[in-house]
């Protein structure tokens, strides 16, 4: 498996190589062969983490209901506008839609992060 746990097939094609995804084991993603614009950051990541983690407390948490824990928020840094949805790539892609420019800072209500790496302290139990 290569990085990001996707399967890589190499194709060589007239002395020409290509490495695409194995269409069997990679995840089934909305729009997989329409590739997303890059989309180039304004701001520090300092300055970015500050003004995502500022915005959601002030403008999302409050509008958050009980059932919304684990779901996942995706919201534009710049003007303040968000998207939430079971599916963190959904979510994005909503708000890509509206604003093709956004500034995406992603955040899994009720938790610190939206992925963690590595395993759980026994101990603890978290």
Not at 40 to 61: C, E, H, I, P, T
Not at 71 to 81: H, K, N, P, Q, T
């Amino acid at each position: 498996m290569a990085a990001g746990g996707f399967a890589l097939i190499v194709i060589v094609v007239a002395s020409r190589r290509r490495i695409m995804p194995d269409p069997v084991t990679r995840p089934i993603i909305a729009n997989w062969s329409i590739p997303m614009a890059a989309i180039k950051r304004r701001y520090s990541k300092k300055v970015f983490a500050q003004r995502g983690d500022a915005l959601y407390g002030s403008a999302v948490q409050p509008k958050l209901k009980a059932n919304d824990k684990g779901r996942f928020v995706a919201l534009d840094i710049d003007s303040g506008e968000f998207e939430i949805d079971d599916d963190e790539m959904e979510a994005c892609l909503r708000l890509r839609a509206r604003l093709p420019e956004a500034q995406v800072w992603m955040v899994r209500v009720g938790f610190r992060s939206v992925h963690r790496f590595g395993g759980r302290d026994r101990r603890s139990g978290t």
